[in-house]
Structures are given as structure tokens and as C-alpha cells.
């Protein structure tokens, strides 16, 4: 066979493969987190989920950073998702309580599961829609997958660090199960935290209080992980509060352009009665 008519094939380029290689990480993470609940031991199918958050934080940055987005990325990364923070969780939160919940846990664990595909299939249907303000890109409708698994784990983080018994009643895992499952499929505002910024002033305390932070890690691992989602609770009503600002304004502005159009017609239609 002449050479010239070989079919020549061109190698994929390292920018485009690196941020897949984590997505993949992510997946093997959730996967994990499976094993070790069906084996019962429960930090580690939790710090495994934790690691699946982390490589999901990073893949997509990555991807941005070297310019090596593609498609095939991103269904990737909702796929890897949906088992990370909905299949894996899922299973987490039945076999650790839900399954003494009768007769509904295992309808609350299916709907949390459920409520992860359809948040996930809502996002990537928003991402194609042209013509949205530049301000929308600081929030996500309802909470995010990565969020959502771990609020809903959060009890179970709270029982390795605090043991408080109220905790580990499967009432209060099923119900806090279900609200969870309930926001990230509803309209609620929350932070993206996408374009956040820190001022110069306020570098070297942030600096100061990540080192701290690594330091309080170290020693007490869940009770920092607590305090990180607490925190994030906390940013739910202010994201309400900034998001309305915005629509107001929006609103606002748009009824503007529509009195300055209004105004515009009415004039016009004086000038051709002149006439």
C-alpha cells in the first residue's frame, strides 16, 4: 500500500488529556467510597467522596487553564458526578441509616440519587443558553452536586468528630436527606465562587488563616470539614439576598429601555401626524 495513502493519525495533546486523567481520578474515588461503605468503614468512604470533590474542583480548572476543553470533558465530568456525589452518597447514607428508616428510606436514598441526574442534566441544558447576564455566572440555581453530597453527609461528619447522638437517629439523616435532595433541584440562589477574588489588603490574612486552617487539619480533620460546610450554609441566605439585588436591577433596567422605547413610538407617531 502506497504511504502517501496510509491513514495518518495525530496524537491527542497533553493539554486535553490532563484535566480527562483527573475526571477518571474522580470516578475511581467514588467507586471506592462504595467499597469501603459496603465494608462499613465509614471515614473512609467519606475522605474518599472528599478527594472526589477536590479532583472535581481541579479538573475543570485545569481544563480552563491549559485551553483543553472539549466535550467529550465535560460529559465526562457530569457522568463522574452523578457517581461521586449521587450513586456513591446514596450509598453512604443507606447503608449507614436509611436502611432503618421503614418503609421509606429506600424511596429517600432513590430520590436523592434521582434529584443528582436531573440537577445535572439542568445544568449542563443552562450552559447552552445564549444571552445571560455577565452576574449569573457567580451563582448556580439550587445546590450544586459537590455541595449537595456533602450536606447530606454532614451528619455522618459531625458523629466522627463530635458524636453527638441526636446525629446518628435515621429521622434526622432521612429528613436532612430529603431537604438536600429538594435544593438541588429548586430555584434557590447559591455561590459559584467561580470569579472570587481577594484584595491585596487582605492576601496575607488569608494566607495566615490558610496556614492555620492546614494546621487545624492535621489534628482534627472532620471538625474542620464541619466547619467548611457549616460555613457554606451560612452563604445560602446572603447569595439569596445578592442574588435578588441583581434581578431588581435587571428589572429595573429593563424597564427603562422599555419607557425609552415607549417614549420613542410616541414621538415618532407625533412626527408623522405633523406631517
Not at 449521587?86 to 428510606?105: N, R, S
Request: hydrophobic share 50%; with cysteine; proline share 4%.
Amino acid at each position: 500500500m502506497n504511504k502517501s495513502r496510509q491513514r495518518r493519525y495525530r496524537g491527542l495533546p497533553v493539554r486535553s488529556l490532563a484535566p480527562n486523567i483527573l475526571t477518571v481520578l474522580s470516578i475511581c474515588a467514588g467507586l471506592t467510597s462504595i467499597r469501603f461503605s459496603l465494608d462499613g468503614r465509614w471515614e473512609a468512604a467519606v475522605a474518599a467522596i472528599v478527594l472526589a470533590a477536590i479532583l472535581d474542583s481541579l479538573d475543570g480548572r485545569l481544563a480552563r487553564l491549559l485551553k483543553g476543553a472539549t466535550k467529550f470533558g465535560a460529559e465526562l465530568d457530569s457522568l463522574a458526578d452523578f457517581m461521586s456525589f449521587g450513586v456513591a452518597t446514596t450509598i453512604a447514607l443507606y447503608l449507614w441509616q436509611l436502611k432503618d428508616v421503614q418503609p421509606g428510606g429506600w424511596i429517600i436514598a432513590l430520590t436523592f440519587c434521582v434529584c443528582c441526574a436531573l440537577r445535572l442534566a439542568r445544568f449542563n441544558t443552562a450552559l447552552e443558553e445564549p444571552d445571560r447576564p455577565a452576574w449569573t455566572a457567580d451563582y448556580f440555581t439550587g445546590i450544586p452536586t459537590p455541595a449537595a453530597s456533602g450536606l447530606a453527609l454532614l451528619p455522618l461528619i459531625l458523629s466522627f468528630g463530635v458524636g453527638m447522638e441526636v446525629l446518628l437517629s435515621e429521622y434526622v439523616v432521612a429528613a436532612n436527606t430529603a431537604l438536600i435532595a429538594f435544593l438541588m433541584i429548586s430555584r434557590v440562589p447559591t455561590y459559584s465562587f467561580k470569579r472570587l477574588r481577594v484584595r491585596r489588603e487582605y492576601v496575607l490574612p488569608t494566607l495566615i488563616a490558610v496556614a492555620l486552617t492546614a494546621a487545624v487539619l492535621v489534628n482534627h480533620p472532620w471538625a474542620v470539614v464541619a466547619v467548611f460546610w457549616t460555613l457554606y450554609v451560612g452563604s445560602i441566605p446572603h447569595a439569596i439576598f445578592t442574588h435578588w439585588r441583581h434581578v431588581a436591577r435587571a428589572a429595573e433596567d429593563l424597564g427603562d429601555i422599555d419607557e425609552d422605547a415607549v417614549t420613542a413610538d410616541a414621538d415618532e407617531s407625533n412626527d408623522q401626524e405633523l406631517i
